[in-house]
């Protein structure tokens, strides 16, 4: 209902913005891997992959997982 109104480009605008006011030199974030349509989102706003995350669930977590 809220893809292609610009908001998530505004949304990283801004926090880069902040980051850069703030004396950071970069921003990182984490996707899903099977995310295709968030990490085609990431490319066009000019973020680039880097390395690989792993993960090890431990038991009980939150739905999301």
Avoid: D
């Amino acid at each position: 209902a809220y893809r292609r109104q610009g908001i998530g480009k505004a949304a990283i605008a801004c926090i880069q913005a902040r980051a850069k006011r703030q004396g950071c030199f970069a921003v990182s974030l984490h996707v899903f891997e099977q995310n295709a349509a968030a990490q085609a989102f990431y490319h066009s706003v000019g973020l680039k992959p880097i390395g690989t995350q792993f993960f090890k669930h431990l038991g009980a977590a939150p739905a999301a997982f």
